[in-house]
């Protein structure tokens, strides 16, 4: 990753210097987690003290926050993408779709569980409003391409689809990314390993239950 000016003065050195932040904060969060990044981190890698970061972002829940919504907008886009012209999808399909669009996104998939926990619920009001005006795009655009596809789903079935997968992603990709102190254990109970490290096959099969249950009864 290219170093930004020491000094940011135009507004595109600015947007240089915060792209280069979000960069760094997604990096590292996909290296070892989103509840492990902070700021000196951050602010490390990009040459920059920690003081310096704050002229751009309020908190690290505010930068978290940033990449929680580019998630929403990429999510939007690969499921979408995938969906495509299809008409007349099985309830099993419709579910591999959406968690085959889930397992392409592991840091979206972390960031979930964190925005509901601290992220959206710590910055300030008009931020947390601009979050929540792109998710609900994102999520107005995936349920409309979901009722498109002819899978027996009308709106409110849509819906409820994309919050089982939205609550369902969050919690197995958790399950997926054990401690080492877990992964030690699951080798000597290789059982629960089998439950805790398949996250798009547990998430298709809960997805496909959820898809029959929302369908038109006359579908």
């Known amino acids: 990753m290219s170093q930004p000016k020491r000094r940011a003065r135009s507004p595109h050195d600015k947007q240089e210097r915060k792209s280069a932040l979000l960069d760094a904060a997604r990096d590292l969060a996909i290296e070892q ?31 978290m926050l ?39 996104l592991p840091l979206f998939c972390d960031l979930l569980t964190h925005v509901v926990l601290s992220l959206e619920g710590s910055v300030r009001l008009e931020r947390a409003r601009r979050y929540k005006t792109a998710a609900s795009a994102a999520y107005d655009t995936m349920t409309q391409a979901l009722v498109d596809a002819g899978a027996g789903l009308d709106h409110e079935a849509a819906q409820i689809l994309l919050t089982a997968a939205m609550s369902c992603g ?13 992964r030690e254990l699951y080798e000597q109970e290789p059982r629960w390993a089998h439950d805790a490290l398949r996250f798009r096959e547990q998430l298709t099969t809960l997805l496909t239950t959820v898809t029959r249950g929302a369908q038109h009864p006359q579908s």
Do not use: K, M
């Open 170 to 182: 969050a919690y197995l990709f958790q399950l997926s990314r054990p401690t080492a102190t877990l």
């Open 66 to 104: 940033e990449l929680a919504e580019q998630g929403w907008a990429q999510w939007c886009d690969r499921l979408v993408n995938d969906l495509g012209d299809a008409r007349g999808l099985t309830a099993d399909q419709v579910a591999d779709i959406i968690s085959g669009s889930l397992d392409q």
């Open 33 to 63: 987690g989103v509840r492990e990044v902070t700021l000196v981190e951050v602010s490390a890698r990009v040459g920059l003290h920690s003081s310096a970061l704050r002229r751009y972002f309020d908190s690290r829940e505010e930068l």
